[in-house]
């Protein structure tokens, strides 16, 4: 490691990562593909419908695993505390890189927790109406409201992916394009201490002392 | 069926007892519910059950199983009560005002006549008072105390309301509500038809039920009529052909009579076959019986037969006793029977006592099953309980066509003839009827020429003339049953051209005009209607010469005026008869002779002694029965039934071990046994089932959809329970009685397997035809 | 998808129909009260259409099957019942009702999968079923069944083919007391008012056509006797194309397609007006200074 660089996610880390975003992303454009007829050419992409309405479940499994090793691994750093709320308070600062009236954040700011907690909710959501809208016709039967059930199982699993959906643009937008230097931080598991002290100075000043 | 399936359209009352066509008839069904929504007729079904034809009908009355004649002498009671009879027609069609003669008696149960030591009547006493011409005495104002009009009354009047609901179960109410709709049709302006089958036939007195319909239909004036008559739904496609042409044993081909040993001459077999007039004014058209007879040996042995040995009289068997059904399989029981040929029907699960008959089977020393299918009887020592070593019979199987893969006729339950045309080929190697029995005359006739024998010529006489003798084609049959002038050899259209020295070949009268000249008149396919009544006089034949009702002439007055001229079978025009072809002379005037040609009286018979046991119907319980006999205790049951060897202790005491009463039937889903090789049907109803009324099964504690065991004293079946509200507990003679329900289709054989329904039934018919005693007898049942 | 008769609708295609054509609309019309449960048009149902034979058990029932299956898609259906204290046998055709307003349509995310004609038939066309089973879900009268096997869906498409020859469905064909008429639905409401009226003589007092609005009408209609206890027939009272959770789910997509489209735009936007934002003294390029 260089001098300047920090290591900032271990190999179990980026793994976790990568295996959670990528069925994520498959499972977006696939999940997207059923919910709009114009997208439904998406699931081209992967061998048709037919295949996308099998694959799309066993993705999520996959998805699932992933973020269950995710939650175990991140749980700890990603509770809110006083100075989250702080840094929130000042969100529209830091969206117009005023860093000075932002409080500084330590390893992930609360912005990065909240993208946490919306995902490891959402996942519950994904597992619970996934599993209903994976075989409907092993819950038809016990339907207590009707065949309205499965249908707000679809409401449900479409509400979960906005959330997780819109947060994911943000995410992709800052860790690439928006904040260069991000995303080798899920590659090589290492940020350099100028975008450690830019973008989480008080994590900065944990792991370098100044 | 006196009319015809689309004729029940007519009808507004339609009364479907001892039947339920709606399972069993369900195309011809139709025209019952096309009567109930095109003319608001109403329908109402009497049975043990709640069926499906209950199920679309408007009035449902539950009767305990065997108490069919209590009810309709309810009916006739009832009727003649309240005065709604169809006085005119009673007077001018009936044998109401004919005087039966001084011995005539009825007491406690039996008929005058009664011998003890035979169990048989002597029928002398059942006989009309004669005049000094030799003619039957009359009294046309009804009011002789001896005349049939009053003795009916008088017989009937022990069957009131009170006494019919304790024999059948059901309420005084429920009966009485019924009782009104069905005497509704005693007037010129409506008419009423009834809807029987083997409900009705198969019990010990089976054809006195049957007889009472008649009385009831005749006295309501409903017999001869368009939307009227007593119509029996025959349970298969040609069972009314099998039927004419003889299928059972006491007749031949066109109800003619088997020869009795004693009849040791044709002469003297036809002058005791053949009925003479008891009134002037009659055609008495039985008295044309040897014409038929002769013309049918001549069809048969054709130049052999000749006036010089009594037209081959003497080829026919002159057997000693009935070969009916139960009688063949007692004698069997004894070892008394050799071989028997099963021809396109599976006896072992057609006949009642399954033990029994199994038992009979294993003592015949050859059995040959024809059949398109291998059967249960064609395998009868896979059945369970059956040790196959410790049977020495000899089996052979040999495939058949269907009747979807050959042509010929079918002859509906409403008498009408309709050829069919071959459908599909048939499997490699299955060979016709036809080509069958060919080999086997074939055959047999090789032998008596190679080795000679003690009677040959019936079988070397035998005409056997045919273009291809190895298989005559079904169209020659046609042509050989119609029948031929041998003068000219011509095809004859009418069997008025019969004659009696010889002339003339038929091999079965009634259908004499159905293949004549013309061509095949049961191909026929015009769809005309000229009645508007549904005769459809061009669709293929009715017999007997296309007429479509039977008896039509008394669906008019005196004056030949129709009874409702909406519904006109046939009507005088002053020079003939139009409509329907008349059951009359064509120009008769109408005052000529009585309406009812085929009877010595000219008029129709509410006292008959045709029968062997009662002119006048009476209510006899089931051999197994749950009660006594209110109406006379000391004789219970029909008391001219025949008691086969040992059958006695195989029936069920009332009230002891077997209190439940019980009856057997088919689901819509199969037909009899031939469908349990088609998997689309088995897959409809796939299993034996035992239908129990919900109250029965809840004391029993059998779930629906469980398994449940059916003992009778003779066997026992198994099946799943399906619990229903349909049957209901009826209160018979004071006590509480279930009754519980089983279909017959299931056997050791076909797709599904499961219990045959007559392990149960008793070996035991009806005193007259010896039809067995399905409908009624007595079982217990169990958690399975 | 036939080609031969005019389309109306086609799942999850927003488009219009590819057809300018028009056609008749057709319908089958059950008379409850003259049908005698023979189940005739079960096996016609199954002959015409070839479907497979299912091993059944008596489960304690007339009913042949315990429901509808890939296999079985048209099941009679048999209950007892007392109504007003009298006995009644209730048989009912259980098969798809070919709604004007089809719910299993509508739910169908695979364009193609589902078709409406002209004629009134809904049809799945199992080429295009991604079997992801939400036409199950969307019908109101629990008909779709799904096929583990093949993993598509499968139901009663009215005998299309026959239709398009001009020939009646199979069912109608075969019932042997004319309890199924087949013509136009112009007709059949025709002829299925005057069979409710010949129930009220007969005593139905509540006798009624089903024909339910809430789908915009049905291509199998009813005249039920009963016509005051749908229930009893397993018919909902009030059916609609569309249960709740999909209305309010097809509002959220809308929004949520907005959403998505502002969340990409908006990056972009930012980017535009305040760049990327990277430490002052360093590249950011891992390799760099």
Known sequence: ?210 | MTNHWKDIKNADVILVMGANPAENHPCGFKWAIEARDGRGAKLVTIDPRFTRTSAVADHHLQIRPGSDIAILGGFIRYMLENDLQHDDYVQLHTNASFIVSRGFDFQDGLFSGFDQATQQYDKQSWDYERGPDGYVRRDLTLQHPRCVFQLLKRHYDRYTPEMVAQIAGCSEDDFLKISAIICSTGRADRVGTIMYAVGWTMHTVGSQIIRTAAILQLLLGNIGRPGGGINALRGHANVQGATDHAIVADILPGYLKVPDPSQMSLAQHLQESTPRALRPDTMNYWGNYPKFFVSQMKSWFGDHASPQNDYAYHYLAKPPDDASWLSIWDQAHQGRLEGFIALGFNPLLAGPDIPRLLRAMSRLKWKVVIDPFMLDSAEFWKAPGMIAEEIETEVLYLPATHWIERDGSFTNSGRWAQWKEKAIDPPPGVRSDTWILSQLFWRVKALYQREGGAYHEPITHLTWDYLNPREPTLVELAKEINGYDLTTGQLLSSFGQLQADGSTASGNWLYCGSYTEQGNMMARRGVEDSTGLGMHHDWAWSWPLNRRVLYNRASADADGVPWDTQRAGIQWNGREWIGDVPDYGRTTRPDAMGAFIMTEEGVARLFSNYLTDGPIPEHYEPAESPTANLLHENVPVNPVVRWYDGVKDTLAEANGEFPHACTVYRVVEREHFVTSNVPYLVELMPDFFVELPEGLALEKGIPNGGRVRVRSKRGEVVGTAIVTKRIKPLTVNGKTLWTVGIPVHWGFVGITQGSMANQLTPFIGDANTKCPEFKAFLVNVERA | MSNALAIKRISATPTPPPTIRSSPEYAKLVDIARCIGCKGCEVACKEWNELKVEPTVNFGSYQSHEDLSPDTWLLMRFRETEIDGNLNWLIKKDACLHCEEPGCLYACPAPGAIVQYENGIVDFNQENCIGCQYCVSGCPFDIPRFDKTTKRVYKCNMCIDRVEAGLEPACVKTCPTNAISWGTKDDMLALATGKVETLKERGFANAAVYDPTGVGGVHMMYVVPHGNRLAEYDLPEDPVASPGPIAALGTVKKIGSYLFGFGIVGALLHLLAVGPESPENESGVPGGN
């Open chain 1, 1 to 210: 490691m260089r001098a300047n660089e920090i290591q900032r996610f271990t190999y179990a880390e980026r793994v976790v990562h990568w295996v959670v975003g990528v069925t994520f992303v498959f499972l977006l454009l696939t999940g997207l593909a059923f919910s709009y007829p114009k997208l439904f050419w998406l699931t081209s992409l992967v061998g048709g419908g037919a295949v996308a309405r099998v694959l799309h479940p066993w993705v999520g499994i996959v998805f699932t695993v992933g973020l269950v090793f995710m939650v175990v691994l991140w749980i700890r750093e990603m509770f809110l505390d006083r100075h989250d709320v702080e840094w929130l308070k000042a969100i529209r600062h830091y969206v117009a890189h005023q860093r000075d009236k932002v409080p500084p954040a330590g390893k992930y700011n609360a912005g990065q927790k909240l993208f946490f907690w919306v995902q490891s909710v959402s996942g519950v959501v994904f597992l619970v109406t996934g599993l209903l809208l994976w075989f409907p016709e092993g819950f038809l039967g016990l339907d207590p409201f009707g065949r309205g059930t499965l249908s707000a199982m679809r409401f449900l699993h479409y509400l979960a992916t906005l959330g997780c959906g819109l947060f994911l643009i943000v995410h992709v937008y800052l860790g690439t394009v928006a904040y260069p230097g991000t995303a080798r931080g899920m590659i090589d598991g290492k940020v350099t201490r100028g975008w450690a002290k830019l973008h989480h100075p008080q994590w900065h000043r944990e792991k370098t002392g100044s």
